[in-house]
């Protein structure tokens, strides 16, 4: 069994930055695509930056040239620096994953269905 746990969400002003992390356990020996998702009331959930299992990384437009995703393959854990937050970035920040298997498994997507684990989500908040 997969677990997915993230952490480092809070409260800041427009401007600053938060760095979110997420640990995963039990993934065994399979390769990994994750993903960070964030999701406000009412809204549908959204991929903002994933890194898939060949080392590709994926950001949605919105968040280009503020956020970073990184992993650290030997701690299974993923982060986001982000950065220039905006008060539009306020949501539950979510972190997923998907296993992946073989020599060079298929690319994942910032797609919610395309993720089987889930965590129980982080909030974020940014006061302008």
């Known amino acids: 069994e997969v677990h997915v746990v993230e952490s480092g969400g809070g409260a800041v002003q427009a401007g600053g930055s938060l760095r979110l992390s997420c640990a995963v356990s039990?993934?065994?020996?399979?390769?990994?695509?994750w993903a960070w998702f964030r999701q406000t009331p009412g809204e549908e959930r959204e991929g903002v930056a994933g890194?898939?299992?060949?080392?590709?990384?994926l950001y949605t437009d919105s968040v280009k040239g503020r956020f970073t995703i990184s992993a650290d393959n030997a701690k299974n854990t993923l982060y986001l620096q982000m950065d220039s937050l905006k008060p539009e970035d306020t949501a539950l920040y979510y972190c997923?994953?998907?296993?992946?298997?073989?020599?060079?498994?298929?690319?994942?997507?910032?797609?919610?269905?395309?993720?089987?684990?889930w965590g129980q989500g982080t909030q974020v908040t940014v006061s302008s």
């Open positions: 997923a994953a998907e296993r992946r298997y073989g020599p060079t498994p298929p690319a994942c997507g910032l797609g919610p269905d395309e993720y089987t684990y």
């Open positions: 039990g993934s065994g020996y399979s390769k990994l695509c």
């Open positions: 890194i898939d299992a060949n080392g590709q990384k």
